[in-house]
């Protein structure tokens, strides 16, 4: 079984940084593909940045450039340095954990089997 453990998130201004993180509770977390998601009120959740076992990363158009997915294998820990903070980015954020993900596959909800509780980012203009 496998727990994820959110922290970081908040409230910042537009253009600022935040920084999110997700401990992995369990075995193996190198060999998991883990990846972020946000929703926002009234909207879909939608995949935001994705890694897999290899440290291939994939993001949304809405946020290359300004967003970075790294894992800490080490430390069992996955983080999300979001900068240049748009409110748009404003949404409840989780991190997930798969199995098995394809490249294609890290921004798609359907290929995680874990969750994260979410955490919350508000981002005033």
């Known amino acids: 079984q496998v727990h994820l453990v959110q922290s970081g998130g908040g409230s910042v201004q537009a253009g600022g940084s935040l920084g999110l993180s997700c401990e992995f509770i369990?075995?193996?977390?190198?060999?998991?593909?883990m990846g972020w998601f946000r929703q926002a009120p009234g909207k879909e959740r939608v995949g935001v940045a994705g890694i897999d076992s290899d440290g291939v990363t994939s993001y949304a158009d809405s946020v290359k450039d300004r967003f970075t997915i790294y894992k800490d294998n080490a430390k069992n820990t996955l983080h999300l340095q979001m900068n240049s903070l748009k409110p748009e980015d404003a949404a409840l954020y989780y991190c997930a954990a798969g199995w098995r993900c394809t490249f294609r596959e890290l921004l798609q909800d359907y290929a995680y089997n874990y969750w994260g509780e979410g955490t919350q980012v508000t981002v005033s203009s």
């Open positions: 369990g075995y193996t977390f190198s060999r998991y593909c």
